[in-house]
Structure formats: C-alpha cells, structure tokens
C-alpha cells in the first residue's frame, strides 16, 4: 500500500526559510503525481497553495513556492510569518483516479 | 462568487445510511470534476471520491470507501452528492466537497459532520 510520507512536524524562526517534503513510501514523486499543498488551521477548510508541482493558487503570496528537491515533492516557504503557523499537506495522483494525501505537517512559528 | 456548499451531515447509527449533498455556485458546474475529501477528528485530510466533467461522469473511490459510498451530480441543480452506506465508527469526520483544477482541489467548502456512533 502506497504511503505518502511529510514530515510529522517543522519549527522556523519568523522572517526564516522552511522547507516541507512529500515523498512516497515506494519510489520517487515527479512532476506526473501532480504534487499540490494545502494549508490548514484548526477548525477551517483547507485552503490551496500551490497545484501542479509549482503553480501558486489565486491570492497565494510568492513567499509559497513548490518545486521537486530529489526524489521528493517541496513547499518552500521564506519569510515566515506568526500566520503561517499551521498544518501544511501534500496530496499526490496517483493514476487511476486515485488520489493519496500526506499525513500532514505541523509548522510551527516560533 | 465562487461557493461550495455541503449540507445533510449527523449523527446516524453504525450500518446506517446517509447521503450528503454539496450546492455549487459561482461557476459553472458541469466544466469541473468534483470531489469529497474528509477528515477525522484530530487527523489529517483523506481524498474519498472523485467524478468527472464528463457526461455520465466516471467514478474514482477510495479503498476504503468502495462498495459502500456512491458519489453523483446532478448538472441541472449544480448540485454533489455522497451517498453514504452500511457507516462504520471509522467514517466518522468533516466531510468536506472540493472542485478539482489540474489533479488539484482549488476550491473547498466549509464542510458537514458525520458522526457514526450508537
């Protein structure tokens, strides 16, 4: 059963630079999976990122930027803010319809 | 506008049945392929199903939701269905309805509770 893989949890100072990965539990993830990232804090929907490895959402700041690092998809975020403190996910295709989420990452601004 | 929509969440009985409904508005509803995505208290986000733009519109499920939930649209009413059977315990989260763009959800409700327990 395929996995996708984030890290569980990340710390970045304000003003610093973060980087969350996505990877797969078997094999690597291309520009083919389609990698999007979706922000979420507690009690609100989900609000998209970046689609298609690295195209920006309407209204996302260029602070968000998505990219391929190796084998893995990437949400880069610099300058972090106190409001980006949240839960970041990746979602993958997976071909066939089937689409996988990340466990999610918990980002904390501190 | 852009807006979706979801309505028909609640607590129902494990085995029970439920069927959820999302109301578009804002766009034009038969260009998207539409999705449900969940989430369970305290967890992370789960894609469920997916229909297509297309006329008769094919299907996707996830494994954990094949056989038991039956995702439809209604073009005329721009309205998304779930159709939710035989609930389990484990089906218990937000069920949130998502537009697709490019093998990506752009566009999200507030979300519904669904809550099985006896």
């Known amino acids: 059963q395929t996995v996708v893989t984030q890290e569980p949890s990340f710390s970045v100072s304000p003003g610093g630079t973060v980087t969350l990965t996505c990877g797969l539990s078997?094999?690597?993830?291309?520009?083919?999976?389609?990698p999007s990232w979706y922000q979420q804090t507690p009690g609100q929907a989900p609000r998209t990122l970046i689609y298609?490895?690295?195209s920006r959402s309407s209204g996302v700041p260029d602070r968000f930027s998505g990219s391929i690092l190796g084998n893995k998809a990437a949400l880069t975020i610099t300058g972090a803010q106190a409001d980006d403190e949240s839960d970041y996910y990746c979602?993958?295709?997976?071909?066939?319809?089937?689409?996988?989420f990340g466990g999610g990452t918990k980002l904390t601004v501190l | 506008e852009v807006q979706l929509l979801e309505s028909g969440g609640g607590l129902v009985q494990p085995g029970g049945s439920l069927r959820l409904s999302c109301a578009a508005s804002?766009?034009?509803?038969?260009?998207?392929?539409m999705n449900w995505v969940r989430q369970a208290p305290g967890k992370g986000l789960e894609w469920v199903s997916t229909?297509?733009?297309?006329?008769?519109?094919?299907?996707f499920y996830a494994d954990s939701v094949k056989g038991r939930f039956t995702v439809s649209r209604d073009m005329s009413q721009n309205t998304l269905y779930l159709q939710m059977t035989t609930l389990r315990a484990d089906d218990t989260a937000v069920y949130y309805c998502?537009?697709?763009?490019?093998?990506?959800?752009?566009?999200w409700g507030q979300g519904t509770m669904v809550t099985v327990s006896s």
């Open positions: 998502a537009r697709r763009k490019a093998y990506a959800f752009d566009v």
């Open positions: 804002g766009f034009t509803f038969s260009n998207y392929a």
């Open positions: 229909i297509t733009d297309t006329a008769g519109g094919a299907t």
């Open positions: 078997f094999g690597s993830v291309s520009t083919s999976n389609y």
């Open positions: 298609t490895t690295n």
């Open positions: 979602v993958l295709y997976m071909g066939g319809g089937n689409m996988i």
